[in-house]
């Protein structure tokens, strides 16, 4: 793999970085980074890119501005390098759940982030359980969405629960968790979400299907506040669910989330390190996941020219 070079955006995605390097039995490219007095950033490829496969991994940890002007930076030095393709790795795309224009005068920000992206020199980008799918399409280059899914059901299915249902957290996400209960074949159950007077919060009220005394298994492309996912978990108890747990490919985490997944009826959220989990919010309910050797395939198969079809949302 001598024409390979992986390198890091970013301090706080050394660590994922090296994960994949690791894999792949490389070393992360030798990159440096600073920030000037007037707050500007500054990048320096410290070794050669010339005519090389260039792939650069930025986590959105925040504050997430710095980490877009991060990568755009990145992208742009090895552009004028001639690095012969740069590919960026997202493992959590940013601005993702800005996907659609449902409000007035309200901007589509994660169309923005793709034509920016573009605007700086990528090739290609890989990313991961995109909050919506159609931002594959924002791209007018290949854009490559791996998929978590994989990993979440591997885990689940060396506990051996007996007597498991799959919940669907609302009538949206019930084609995913059709997925996941035909891999392990138990039944699917569906939170019902009304919304009460002029309030547009959407209330969980009741469960369509069977759950009491069966063990709860909740699927998520992301838990961000957790308000939702506990109003699942409140609703399930309250039906008479034995145990309940939750998979999500992004541990997002921010504001109340910890407090309240510290506080909630369940017995174990598993999440994946698209997005690091600091010290502060680590909590034994929590279970964290390394996605990096799914990515670390994903760039071998790409370098070497070969079908990546598996490796997406099944």
């Not at 919940?167 to 891999?183: E, L, P």
Request: aromatic share 8%; glycine share 4%.
């Amino acid at each position: 793999m001598e024409d390979l070079k992986i390198f890091s955006c970013s301090n706080e995605a050394d660590s994922f970085t090296k994960e994949v390097c690791d894999s792949l039995g490389i070393m992360p490219g030798k990159i440096s980074r600073m920030k000037f007095k007037n707050d500007n950033n500054f990048l320096q490829l410290e070794e050669t890119v010339r005519d090389k496969d260039v792939y650069f991994i930025q986590v959105t940890t925040p504050p997430v501005n710095e980490r877009v002007m991060e990568l755009l930076i990145a992208v742009d030095a090895a552009k004028r390098a001639s690095a012969r393709r740069i590919t960026v790795v997202l493992p959590y795309y940013m601005y993702s759940r800005s996907d659609k224009k449902d409000q007035p005068r309200i901007p589509i920000t994660a169309k923005l982030m793709a034509e920016l992206i573009e605007a700086s020199g990528a090739n290609r980008v890989i990313s991961c359980d995109l909050h919506n799918p159609a931002i594959q399409g924002y791209f007018n280059i290949n854009c490559d969405r791996l998929s978590a899914q994989n990993i979440l059901e591997t885990y689940f299915k060396e506990k051996n629960f007996d007597n498991m249902v799959i919940v669907a957290t609302d009538a949206g996400s019930s084609k995913k968790a059709y997925k996941y209960s035909k891999f392990f074949g138990c039944p699917i159950a569906m939170i019902d979400k009304r919304r009460e007077g002029n309030d547009d919060r959407a209330i969980a009220s009741t469960v369509i299907g069977d759950v009491k005394g069966k063990t709860a298994v909740v699927f998520d492309d992301e838990v961000d506040t957790a308000g939702s996912m506990i109003e699942t978990a409140n609703v399930l108890n309250e039906f008479g669910a034995k145990e309940i747990y939750a998979g999500c490919t992004h541990g997002v985490l921010s504001g109340p989330a910890i407090e309240r997944i510290k506080n909630s009826h369940f017995k174990e959220l598993v999440i994946t390190n698209t997005i690091p989990l600091p010290k502060e919010k680590e909590l034994d309910k929590i279970k964290v996941l390394s996605i990096a050797p799914l990515f670390a395939e994903a760039i071998k198969r790409l370098y070497e020219h070969k079908p990546m079809g598996d490796l997406f949302e099944k």
